[in-house]
């Protein structure tokens, strides 16, 4: 019993127990808009990443269930924003699910289930225990996304999740299987010292290691394992969209690196030259095909597409010729990257959900003309949203885009320095359609003047995204150190 550590998993468990009370305190709620249901989730969520916190800044590393779970920085800081960002969706989403018939019990417990996914992924030192979240997860966002079953496009983008979620998982549990035949263990670190050892099958790893990156492209959704992303962004209600798009991101980096840098470090010849191609190809496909978009829900899916292939070329420079001078450093880079990259989603999608009303989906890019008079305080916010996902300054996308730049560029190999060039080019390709919304919104004519509707937790909290977008990209230094510190204490035990 003293292997089994329970303190290491006490937000998990949290976590769990909540979810069970939510889903039967709900059955005898009566209140139109789920009130207690939803402070009940807000308040437990609350206490989770209070938890979450204080064990981050207690800074240690702890293993338990006979070191199958690990506790460390990297894993609770990315969960304590998976937390806060799960958070701040139910925000946005309380409202638009209330006016589709949406507003049930389920939406709190399934989304609740799919944060236990993210934590039990973020803490995973064992590849059956990364399966596991994955499952549990995905598995609850497919019924999220199905939650209309009267919506015909839900229905269909549910379908289009859940086959090719399916591919993803098959894809990912294939390279684990393989990486057991070849080195004999399921635990990440076990793995890392055989493959260190040198006496272990090549052929075999190679190949694990192809199926394994494949798996991880599916959830990125980085080319050419994108498919899924546009059809789902688009059909599911764009409350589920954002419950898609911005905290199972940071699970799916946090397994990247559990899995690629943790365990198979000693391949990164080979994994990083899979993710240079992943990476070029998202962000040459992403930035060119949003361009000729005119549904938002859906540039934005090909955006984010464009914006997975930054994160992973935060993940090309860790190791050069051998060298691991550098990884903490790109692997910082890249966290900081999706961190913020999920920060500007939820305001970008949150806007998208705030300007629609009962029977009207705010989700064509002409539905933001004139948006300027109708809310020139909206209207800021959401440019603020734009300049950051172009990567323009003062926003924080400036700074995150810079970070990764500098990664690759103080390697002083010819080859990164020209994948930093090409990365430069395409961002000014996607800058295009970025600016076509803000100028939408500035410079069209309205085409609604109806008053926009909203509840004042909903203004103060998008507020307060937009002003979290803006000044940390004016004072990045203390994100980035939080980023820093979690990657370098993570990768030094």
Same mark, same amino acid.
């Given at each position: ?169 098959? %894809? ?80 799916? %980096? ?130 603020? %949203? ?108």
């Amino acid at each position: 019993m003293n292997q089994m550590n329970w303190p290491a998993v006490y937000p998990e468990i949290v976590l769990l127990v909540m979810a069970c009370v939510v889903a039967m305190v709900d059955l005898w709620v009566t209140h139109p808009r789920r009130a207690p249901t939803y402070w009940l989730t807000q308040a437990s969520l609350a206490v989770v990443a209070i938890m979450q916190w204080a064990a981050f800044i207690d800074g240690g590393t702890v293993y338990a269930m006979q070191r199958m779970v690990v506790a460390d920085p990297m894993g609770q800081l990315l969960g304590l924003f998976a937390t806060l960002a799960v958070m701040v969706s139910l925000v946005y989403a309380r409202p638009y699910a209330a006016e589709r018939d949406m507003l049930k019990g389920e939406l709190f417990t399934l989304s609740l289930f799919s944060l236990l996914g993210i934590g039990v992924m973020l803490s995973a030192n064992n590849f059956l225990v990364v399966y596991l979240g994955l499952e549990l997860m995905s598995l609850s966002l497919y019924a999220l996304v199905a939650m209309r079953r009267d919506h015909a496009d839900s229905t269909e983008a549910a379908m289009k999740y859940f086959v090719l979620g399916a591919l993803a998982s098959g %894809f990912l549990l294939y390279g684990l299987s393989m990486m057991y035949g070849a080195t004999g263990s399921l635990d990440i670190n076990e793995v890392f010292k055989a493959i260190g050892t040198g006496q272990i099958n090549k052929s075999v790893m190679i190949l694990g290691v192809v199926f394994i990156v494949a798996g991880l492209g599916f959830k990125l959704g980085a080319v050419p394992f994108h498919m899924w992303v546009p059809d789902v962004y688009q059909g599911a209600p764009t409350a589920i969209t954002l419950l898609i798009g911005a905290a199972p991101k940071l699970a799916a %980096f946090a397994i990247t690196i559990r899995l690629l840098v943790e365990g198979m470090l000693g391949m990164a010849v080979d994994w990083q030259q899979m993710l240079v191609v992943l990476s070029v190809g998202s962000m040459l496909l992403g930035n060119l095909v949003a361009i000729a978009q005119t549904n938002l829900k859906r540039m934005l899916a090909y955006s984010t597409i464009a914006q997975m292939g930054f994160v992973l070329l935060g993940l090309c420079s860790g190791v050069v010729y051998g060298n691991t001078v550098s990884a903490g450093n790109s692997y910082a880079s890249s966290m900081f990257y999706i961190v913020t990259y999920v920060l500007t989603t939820l305001g970008s999608f949150g806007m998208i959900m705030l300007l629609s009303r009962q029977g009207f989906e705010s989700e064509q890019i002409d539905d933001l003309k004139g948006l300027s008079r109708r809310s020139p305080w909206f209207a800021l916010v959401m440019t603020i %949203f734009m300049l950051s996902l172009a990567g323009l300054p003062p926003t924080v996308g400036f700074y995150a885009k810079l970070s990764v730049l500098q990664s690759l560029v103080s390697t002083n190999v010819e080859g990164y320095l020209w994948l930093a060039i090409a990365a430069v080019v395409l961002s000014l390709v996607g800058a295009y359609y970025y600016l076509r919304v803000i100028k939408v919104m500035w410079f069209d004519e309205p085409r609604d003047m109806r008053p926009i509707v909203s509840t004042a937790d909903v203004r103060a909290v998008m507020s307060l995204n937009g002003i979290a977008v803006l000044a940390f990209g004016i004072l990045p230094g203390g994100l980035m150190t939080l980023c820093v510190r979690a990657i370098v204490k993570t990768l030094a035990t």
